[in-house]
Protein backbone atom coordinates (compact mmCIF):
# COMPACT_ATOMS: atom_id res chain seq x y z
CA UNK A 1 0.00 0.00 0.00
CA UNK A 2 1.46 3.49 -1.22
CA UNK A 3 0.94 6.55 0.96
CA UNK A 4 -0.65 8.30 -2.45
CA UNK A 5 -3.06 5.71 -3.15
CA UNK A 6 -2.99 1.78 -3.75
CA UNK A 7 0.13 1.33 -5.42
CA UNK A 8 2.60 4.21 -4.91
CA UNK A 9 4.15 6.05 -2.41
CA UNK A 10 5.31 9.73 -2.86
CA UNK A 11 8.99 8.83 -2.82
CA UNK A 12 8.45 7.13 -5.97
CA UNK A 13 7.52 10.68 -7.67
CA UNK A 14 9.59 12.89 -5.98
CA UNK A 15 13.67 12.18 -5.39
CA UNK A 16 15.18 12.84 -2.06
CA UNK A 17 14.98 16.46 -1.98
CA UNK A 18 11.87 16.93 -2.98
CA UNK A 19 10.37 14.41 -0.53
CA UNK A 20 12.18 15.46 2.26
CA UNK A 21 10.14 19.07 1.59
CA UNK A 22 7.06 16.94 0.78
CA UNK A 23 7.26 15.40 4.37
CA UNK A 24 7.88 18.57 5.96
CA UNK A 25 4.59 20.24 4.33
CA UNK A 26 7.12 22.66 2.22
CA UNK A 27 5.82 20.70 -1.17
CA UNK A 28 2.36 19.64 -1.69
CA UNK A 29 1.26 16.79 -2.74
CA UNK A 30 -1.19 18.58 -5.92
CA UNK A 31 2.15 19.48 -7.52
CA UNK A 32 1.49 15.84 -9.20
CA UNK A 33 -1.40 16.39 -11.11
CA UNK A 34 -4.20 13.41 -10.24
CA UNK A 35 -4.66 12.37 -13.45
CA UNK A 36 -1.00 10.95 -13.58
CA UNK A 37 -1.34 9.03 -10.48
CA UNK A 38 -4.92 7.78 -11.54
CA UNK A 39 -3.03 6.81 -15.28
CA UNK A 40 -0.51 5.33 -13.80
CA UNK A 41 -2.54 3.19 -11.21
CA UNK A 42 -4.42 2.18 -14.07
CA UNK A 43 -1.02 0.87 -16.03
CA UNK A 44 -0.01 -0.87 -12.89
CA UNK A 45 -3.42 -2.80 -12.64
CA UNK A 46 -3.11 -3.54 -16.17
CA UNK A 47 0.51 -4.51 -16.48
CA UNK A 48 1.78 -5.26 -12.90
CA UNK A 49 4.84 -4.43 -11.10
CA UNK A 50 5.78 -0.96 -12.25
CA UNK A 51 9.13 1.16 -10.98
CA UNK A 52 9.00 5.06 -11.30
CA UNK A 53 12.11 6.00 -8.20
CA UNK A 54 13.36 3.32 -6.23
CA UNK A 55 15.84 5.87 -4.55
CA UNK A 56 13.75 4.79 -1.46
CA UNK A 57 14.78 1.31 -1.64
CA UNK A 58 18.42 1.97 -2.49
CA UNK A 59 17.53 1.85 -6.25
CA UNK A 60 19.18 3.78 -9.32
CA UNK A 61 16.27 6.10 -9.95
CA UNK A 62 15.34 9.16 -8.72
CA UNK A 63 14.49 11.54 -11.62
CA UNK A 64 11.58 9.04 -13.56
CA UNK A 65 8.79 11.17 -11.46
CA UNK A 66 8.59 15.03 -10.59
CA UNK A 67 11.57 16.81 -11.91
CA UNK A 68 12.66 20.32 -10.10
CA UNK A 69 13.81 23.47 -11.83
CA UNK A 70 17.29 22.66 -11.27
CA UNK A 71 17.37 19.06 -12.03
CA UNK A 72 19.60 18.48 -15.15
CA UNK A 73 17.86 15.61 -16.77
CA UNK A 74 15.40 16.12 -19.36
CA UNK A 75 13.76 19.26 -21.57
CA UNK A 76 13.69 22.48 -19.39
CA UNK A 77 9.77 22.63 -20.23
CA UNK A 78 9.49 19.27 -19.57
CA UNK A 79 5.92 17.68 -18.21
CA UNK A 80 8.10 15.70 -15.38
CA UNK A 81 8.80 19.79 -14.08
CA UNK A 82 5.05 20.37 -14.47
CA UNK A 83 4.16 16.96 -12.32
CA UNK A 84 2.42 15.49 -15.69
CA UNK A 85 4.94 13.03 -16.28
CA UNK A 86 6.71 9.93 -15.59
CA UNK A 87 9.02 7.11 -16.61
CA UNK A 88 7.56 3.63 -15.77
CA UNK A 89 9.96 0.45 -16.41
CA UNK A 90 7.83 -2.37 -16.11
CA UNK A 91 8.87 -5.59 -14.41
CA UNK A 92 6.26 -7.70 -15.58
CA UNK A 93 5.81 -7.08 -19.17
CA UNK A 94 8.59 -6.06 -22.25
CA UNK A 95 7.76 -2.81 -23.88
CA UNK A 96 7.28 -4.61 -27.11
CA UNK A 97 4.73 -5.44 -25.08
CA UNK A 98 3.79 -2.48 -24.31
CA UNK A 99 4.07 -0.94 -27.24
CA UNK A 100 1.98 -3.84 -29.11
CA UNK A 101 -0.91 -3.71 -26.49
CA UNK A 102 -0.59 0.56 -26.95
CA UNK A 103 -0.82 -0.04 -30.96
CA UNK A 104 -4.02 -2.11 -30.40
CA UNK A 105 -5.92 -0.17 -27.87
CA UNK A 106 -5.29 4.00 -28.17
CA UNK A 107 -8.16 4.87 -27.01
CA UNK A 108 -7.99 2.47 -23.79
CA UNK A 109 -4.83 4.68 -22.91
CA UNK A 110 -6.32 8.27 -23.92
CA UNK A 111 -9.29 6.97 -21.19
CA UNK A 112 -5.95 6.84 -18.93
CA UNK A 113 -5.40 10.34 -19.39
CA UNK A 114 -2.20 10.09 -21.47
CA UNK A 115 -2.19 12.87 -24.07
CA UNK A 116 2.05 12.43 -24.80
CA UNK A 117 3.72 9.57 -25.21
CA UNK A 118 7.42 9.19 -25.90
CA UNK A 119 8.04 6.47 -28.83
CA UNK A 120 9.91 3.19 -28.08
CA UNK A 121 12.92 4.39 -30.24
CA UNK A 122 13.44 7.35 -28.09
CA UNK A 123 12.30 5.68 -24.39
CA UNK A 124 13.54 1.76 -24.86
CA UNK A 125 13.44 0.64 -21.64
CA UNK A 126 10.79 2.85 -20.12
CA UNK A 127 7.60 3.97 -20.97
CA UNK A 128 7.17 7.80 -20.54
CA UNK A 129 4.07 9.37 -20.80
CA UNK A 130 2.35 12.36 -19.56
CA UNK A 131 -1.22 13.82 -18.93
CA UNK A 132 0.04 17.09 -20.13
CA UNK A 133 -1.95 18.48 -23.62
CA UNK A 134 -2.98 21.10 -25.53
CA UNK A 135 -6.54 22.67 -25.92
CA UNK A 136 -8.56 20.48 -27.75
CA UNK A 137 -6.83 17.76 -28.14
CA UNK A 138 -8.15 13.77 -28.40
CA UNK A 139 -6.12 11.91 -29.81
CA UNK A 140 -2.71 10.73 -28.04
CA UNK A 141 0.86 12.66 -29.35
CA UNK A 142 3.30 10.16 -29.98
CA UNK A 143 6.50 12.07 -29.49
CA UNK A 144 10.09 10.82 -31.72
CA UNK A 145 10.73 8.85 -34.87
ZN1 LIG B 1 10.04 11.02 -19.18
Redesign the pocket.
Known sequence: MGDLNRYFSAHEYFDRREYDLFKKGKLPIRILDPKLLEGDMMLRERYGSITINDWFWGGQYHESGFRAYDCPT?AKY?D?RFGK???KKFNNVTMEEVWADIQDHESLFRNMNFYTV?KKSLTPTWF?SSVGRYAGQSKIHFVGL
Open positions: GSHASDEH
